[in-house]
T-cell receptor
Framework: DTGVSQNPRHKITKRGQNVTFRCDPI?????LYWYRQTLGQGPEFLTY????????KSRLLSDRFSAERPKGSFSTLEIQRTEQGDSAMYLC??????????????FGPGTRLTVL | DAKTTQPNSMESNEEEPVHLPCNHS???????IHWYRQLPSQGPEYVIH???SNVNNRMASLAIAEDRKSSTLILHRATLRDAAVYYC???????????FGTGTRLKVLA
């Protein structure tokens, strides 16, 4: 178990540029989540994948945000035309369903985005 | 949406027990209560979860009120490494959306 990895760990970009983040989940986990966290706040849910299917998206996720999980393995989160308000930590988590219809999420270290 | 309420911060002395409360009066009958913690500059880390009965694991205990409208995370002997933000989390009913809230920042005094 190598844990959830995220790349890059830090990204600085200029307003208007596109950025893409990658998440590699724990290998046997079929569930994958993306969250956004700003300073002093808890993580906010962005989207959820079960295998390759994106089953849920938050209303927070504007049209500039898109996420994919081809073949149900790694996932990417792309932000187009970045704005300063997009500056945040982007967290990925993976899980598999436990007994009793819940799951335990394992989080990656996050990608910190700074938009200048 | 499912909502949790926690104190913003708490302090504890090292090697003493800590009780971290959480109110979740809007919980639905089938929702699990999850607790995660987040150390500085790291992603959240699973602590414990439960449905109705009290739960114990190597990290902590979870005491759930009979009406399930509140719960308490118990760290039996706080250490300096337990200093973190602790989140009590529900999943919004009928969705995959986990709602974190602002959590409780635990300070452990040596």
């Amino acid at each position: 178990d190598t844990g959830v990895s995220q790349n890059p760990r830090h990204k600085i970009t200029k307003r208007g540029q596109n950025v893409t983040f990658r998440c590699d989940p724990i290998s046997e986990h079929n569930r994958l989540y993306w969250y956004r966290q700003t300073l002093g706040q808890g993580p906010e849910f962005l989207t959820y994948f079960q295998n390759e299917a994106q089953l849920e998206k938050s209303r927070l996720l504007s049209d500039r945000f898109s996420a994919e999980r081809p073949k149900g393995s790694f996932s990417t989160l792309e932000i187009q035309r970045t704005e300063q308000g997009d500056s945040a930590m982007y967290l990925c988590a993976s899980s598999r369903r436990d007994r009793g219809r819940t799951d335990t999420q394992y989080f990656g270290p996050g990608t910190r985005l700074t938009v200048l | 949406d499912a909502k949790t309420t926690q104190p913003n911060s708490m302090e504890s002395n090292e090697e003493e027990p800590v009780h971290l409360p959480c109110n979740h009066s809007t919980i639905s009958g089938t929702d699990y209560i999850h607790w995660y913690r987040q150390l500085p500059s790291q992603g959240p880390e699973y602590v414990i979860h439960g449905l109705t009965s009290n739960v114990n694991n190597r990290m902590a205990s979870l005491a759930i009120a009979e009406d399930r409208k509140s719960s308490t995370l118990i760290l039996h002997r706080a250490t300096l490494r337990d200093a973190a933000v602790y989140y009590c989390i529900l999943r919004a009913s009928g969705t995959y959306k986990y709602i974190f809230g602002t959590g409780t920042r635990l300070k452990v005094l040596a």
